[in-house]
Nanobody, 125 residues
Framework: QVQLVESGGGLVQAGGSLRLSCAAS????????MGWFRQAPGKERDFVGR????????EYADSVKGRFTISRDNIKNMLYLQMNSLQPEDTAVYFC??????????????????WGQGTQVTVSS
């Protein structure tokens, strides 16, 4: 069983930064590929980025490329999302997710097996 708990959300002004964290309970964390998704009110849950089990491969949505960075610490069982140059359109609930398989093009919700409860990020203009 994998439990994921996000933290670090909050209110920030446009142009600011936030760092989200995701604590994983899994003893096999270092075998899981991890991802971040976000969901704005009334919209679908969208892919933000993902990172392979080793941290050697990352992939980002075009909308956040160059502004957001995913990293992980396999010793601490932690996943991070550093968000810079935040804009109001980044406002959403951000979810941490874990996948047992790395699938080419696997950036949809159905490719991830475990989910956290989410943390709210609000960017004011």
């Amino acid at each position: 069983q994998v439990q994921l708990v996000e933290s670090g959300g909050g209110l920030v002004q446009a142009g600011g930064s936030l760092r989200l964290s995701c604590a994983a309970s899994a003893r096999t964390f270092n075998r899981l590929h991890m991802g971040w998704f976000r969901q704005a009110p009334g919209k679908e849950r969208d892919f933000v980025g993902r990172i392979s089990w080793s941290g050697g491969t990352t992939e980002y949505a075009d909308s956040v490329k160059g502004r957001f960075t995913i990293s992980r610490d396999n010793i601490k069982n932690m996943l991070y999302l550093q968000m810079n140059s935040l804009q109001p359109e980044d406002t959403a609930v951000y979810f941490c997710a874990a996948a047992t398989l790395w699938v080419a093009g696997g950036t949809s919700v159905r490719h991830f097996n475990y989910w956290g409860q989410g943390t709210q990020v609000t960017v004011s203009s």
